[in-house]
Structure formats: C-alpha cells, structure tokens
C-alpha cells in the first residue's frame, strides 16, 4: 500500500475539535504533513513534521493545530481545535519517505465542514 488512507473527516460546529488520521504501510518517513484545498482555491500547507521532529504550521493554523505521529506504522494525526468556518476544505496527509522527495504519496483527502 503506497497511498495513504486518511479518516477522521466530517461536519462540526464552529469552536468544535476533530482529528484527522493518516496512516501508510512503511514504518521510516523524512517529512510527513497536512495540507488542504477549499472550493474553488488552490492547495494550500496547513502543517509538516520532519523525522527529526521539527513541526511548522501555517500561520491560519498556528496554536489551533497540532501534528504528532504514531508507529510502528507510519500514522499522522492532526488535532484540530477551535474550528472556524474559514477550515472548511478537503484535507490531504502527505508523506515523503525520503529526503529527495522520490517517494512522495498523498492520500485521497478527506472532507472537513465546519458551520457557523
């Protein structure tokens, strides 16, 4: 399995939380991230998380989202708190097995809806 399957999507009110999960087959992983794409606006970088451990977070996301990862399985959560309207979109979970970015999978995506 090289694509990875994500869940966790769904519809919640406004200040709600949800968590995304992403899992893949391998077990090793350079840099595993979110990203997502609204109607009608390009994909866009929510959060990354390196092997080494080092997190980055788009500034629209930053002390609401949390990226952390599990094993022995690559799995990638993202904890989503405080909600907005404006996160509504498809999530995609990104992962990149090697540094050079020559394996590098994206999952189906999946929907977030958040309501006022």
């Known amino acids: 399995q090289q694509q990875p399957v994500e869940s966790g999507g769904g519809l919640v009110q406004a200040g709600e939380s949800l968590t995304l999960t992403c899992v893949h087959s391998?077990?090793?992983?350079?840099?595993v991230g979110w990203y997502r794409q609204a109607p009608g606006k390009q994909r866009e970088f929510v959060a990354t998380?390196?092997?080494?451990?080092?997190?980055d977070y788009a500034d629209s996301v930053k002390d609401r989202f949390t990226i952390s990862t599990g094993s022995p399985k690559i799995t990638v959560y993202l904890q989503m708190n405080s909600l907005k309207p404006e996160d509504t979109a498809v999530y995609y979970c990104?992962?990149?097995?090697?540094?050079?970015?020559?394996?590098?999978?994206w999952g189906q995506g999946t929907q977030v809806t958040v309501s006022s």
């Open positions: 391998a077990s090793i992983f350079a840099t």
């Open positions: 998380l390196t092997g080494s451990g080092r997190t």
């Open positions: 990104n992962i990149k097995l090697d540094a050079l970015g020559l394996y590098d999978y």
